[in-house]
């Protein structure tokens, strides 16, 4: 997994680089106003948010984005809202680095 795109105002970012770091996990783009507070990338779009489903049964939270294809962007992807309502979009790897090259 990839953190993609965070908000330099998240309380927690400085816990959050030291355990990515930790886990092998690269920041691959840094916006000052991002449209989402926390996006992660990760390898399967549609099991991650199923994850999510299970977890926010029991903590709190929904799904905001059902997980699929978005035609615009040409990505899979999800996002929900956790229980401190923070956004959190879930992109999937393979799409986020295909974009990734485009721009470079």
């Known amino acids: 997994m990839f953190i993609v ?3 330099s105002e998240c309380w927690f970012l400085p816990f959050l680089l030291t355990s990515m770091q930790a886990l092998g996990m690269k920041l691959l783009l840094k916006y000052d106003n991002p449209r989402e507070n926390v996006a992660v990338s990760t390898d399967d779009v549609y099991k991650s948010a199923a994850a999510v ?6 903590l709190g939270g929904k799904i905001i984005q059902p997980p699929g294809p978005i035609p615009v962007i040409n990505a899979k992807m999800t996002s929900f809202i956790d229980p401190d309502d923070w956004k959190i979009v879930l992109i999937d790897n393979e799409d986020f680095l295909k974009q990734l090259q485009k721009k470079e």
């Open 53 to 58: 489903l299970l977890v926010s049964k029991e």
């Open 5 to 7: 795109e965070l908000s």
